[in-house]
């Protein structure tokens, strides 16, 4: 059976530039904190993916500090702080944070104090991109990085996650980014490296893959890569609704959020690879297991929670009923994505749609 990838929200396939940047490191012997050639060597290598990802995030000037992913930097950042934000975050920024900000039917949230308060730039499950605050204290740009063009510098916030694996790089290996002077204990110590932020031999070839990664993401970015895949993603939209009238497209259905009376309502500031999908009276994890039977990975939301039974908080927050929100199918494309792709996935779907929905 021929089988599909649409979960880039959920890990990315690994780039050709990142593998080979992580083979050629797999040959560096020294550890980066030895003064000796080979310690200099490894340290080099470290160096040179720190600028890449600086250049590639629009963060000349602030401090990348290498973590084992997205996580643990959203813990360096808020842990021990009081910080709120919305039920629309991901759950490893929502663990430290009091979920207390309003969220619109659209998707957008309401940001009262920024300097005690996080906010993603783009959301996994629905795709909807946020206007991040001046004085934001942290911000999750893992699934923007890469995908949407923005410069680190100008956006506002104090510190930001990233993560490899979100745009072809290896799984296991992110980091915090921080504006220059700004406070971070450490939560791992014993030795000095990465600024005295975070203790550990650092992991050499991952840093190498992500640095690769975050490179070739940029020239992507530069070239309009991203703009071809929104073309697809909305391919994808129109034939899914030429299937019914009831489905409902969180975060840009007009249904959801035009006021009374009006018709049109502009298309919001989303990604341009992601589609949510609600088909009343269909189960979302049911939708998931259907379509991979046929050969589609899909997921009901973000990869971390998707397994779990239960309607998506993010939806819940956004005011989608229980039912609404246990009904929800994310659909993520990347550039390996073609028409043919999205289209034949549009009418496996379709079919199997209308036979459960006929039982």
Not at 70 to 81: F, I, V, W, Y
Not at 159 to 169: E, P, Y
């Amino acid at each position: 059976m021929r089988r599909t990838y649409l979960d880039w929200n959920a890990t990315t396939p690994l780039r050709r530039e990142s593998k080979e940047a992580m083979i050629a490191a797999m040959e560096v012997v020294g550890n980066p904190s030895s003064v000796h050639a080979e310690g200099r060597a490894a340290k080099n290598v470290i160096e040179t993916a720190r600028a890449q990802i600086a250049a590639a995030l629009g963060a000349d000037g602030a401090d990348i500090i290498f973590t084992s992913g997205a996580t643990e930097s959203a813990a360096l950042a808020l842990q021990g702080r009081a910080i709120q934000c919305a039920d629309v975050e991901h759950e490893a920024v929502s663990a430290w944070c009091t979920a207390d900000l309003a969220v619109s039917r659209a998707g957008q949230v309401d940001v009262v104090d920024p300097t005690r308060s996080a906010l993603q730039l783009a959301n996994s499950e629905t795709g909807v991109v946020q206007t991040l605050p001046e004085g934001l204290w942290f911000s999750d740009l893992t699934q923007g990085f890469g995908k949407i063009p923005f410069s680190f510098n100008w956006l506002g916030t104090t510190c930001g996650a990233i993560s490899a694996h979100k745009l072809g790089g290896p799984k296991g290996i992110g980091a915090l980014v921080v504006k220059r002077g700004t406070d971070i204990a450490a939560q791992l110590k014993g030795g000095g490296q990465e600024m005295g932020r975070r203790a550990g031999t650092e992991n050499l070839i991952g840093i190498a893959g992500f640095g690769a990664a975050a490179e070739a993401a940029a020239a992507d970015l530069a070239s309009g890569v991203w703009d071809e895949v929104s073309e697809i993603r909305n391919i994808l939209k129109s034939a899914l609704e030429s299937l019914s009238e009831t489905l409902y497209f969180a975060g840009w259905d007009p249904k959801s959020h035009a006021a009374p009376g009006i018709d049109h309502v502009a298309a919001p500031q989303l990604l341009p690879n992601t589609l949510n999908v609600i088909s009343e009276g269909w189960k979302g994890e049911t939708q998931v297991m259907r379509m991979d039977l046929a050969g589609f990975a899909v997921s009901a939301g973000s990869a971390c929670s998707s397994g779990k039974v239960r309607a998506s908080r993010v939806l819940k927050a956004m005011g989608y009923s229980e039912m609404e929100a246990a009904c929800a199918l994310r659909i993520s494309i990347g550039p390996d994505v073609t028409r043919e792709d999205v289209l034949r996935f549009a009418e496996t779907w379709g079919k199997a749609r209308q036979k459960a929905l006929a039982r």
